[in-house]
């Protein structure tokens, strides 16, 4: 038993004492390198801003199928009936979002009951009152949120998202 305990003992302190060496061995390095170059800043991808319908197309709790920020990208607009975590309009209660599943690309659809998109995939759930957050499965982001804009007239834009959507390599671009 003692032995078992002595060899632990060991390879925790050879475990340290490489990781001392491997950190001194690091810093040293940097110091006598190149000077590092700073990381070119991020932009977002400027998506063009879209009209998806107007206020008085909406009616409380019933989603309405749109795309954006193209066609090959299916999102859902929906009037909640109460303020949203991102919500725009009179109320505050109007968003949008991407009804692909970040987790595998799944369609999502719409609850009424709880206000949330859920993946028949892999059971995810994402609450539309809480700009898409995720509240259940295996997805490992929130819902993609489209940044939504009413004009005097009603009318609904997008003109941005804000998270990755499924299948699209980058929501950003180094500047």
């Avoid at 990781?19 to 390095?29: E, H, K, L, M, W």
């Avoid at 110091?31 to 590092?36: K, L, Q, S, T, Y």
């Avoid at 977002?44 to 199928?65: F, M």
């Amino acid at each position: 038993m003692k032995s078992c305990s002595r060899l632990v003992d060991l390879g925790r302190r050879q475990f340290l004492r490489g990781g001392g060496a491997a950190a001194v061995a690091t810093v040293a390095a940097g110091a006598v390198g190149a000077p590092a170059k700073a990381a070119a800043p991020l932009a977002r991808v400027a998506y063009p801003a879209n009209r998806l319908a107007n206020v008085k197309d909406l009616k409380v709790n019933e989603p309405l199928d749109i795309t954006y920020p193209d066609d090959s990208s299916p999102g859902v607009l929906i009037k909640l009936g109460s303020a949203a975590e991102g919500g725009v309009g009179p109320d505050g209660d109007i968003v949008a979002f991407s009804t692909l599943c970040p987790h595998k690309g799944y369609p999502l659809s719409y609850v009424g009951n709880d206000k949330t998109l859920d993946c028949p995939g892999h059971y995810s759930r994402f609450d539309c009152e809480k700009g898409g957050f995720q509240v259940w499965g295996h997805a490992t982001q929130n819902l993609p949120q489209f940044q939504l804009r009413v004009d005097e007239r009603g009318d609904i834009y997008a003109e941005g998202v804000d998270e990755l959507i499924y299948g699209r390599l980058s929501n950003v671009l180094t500047a």
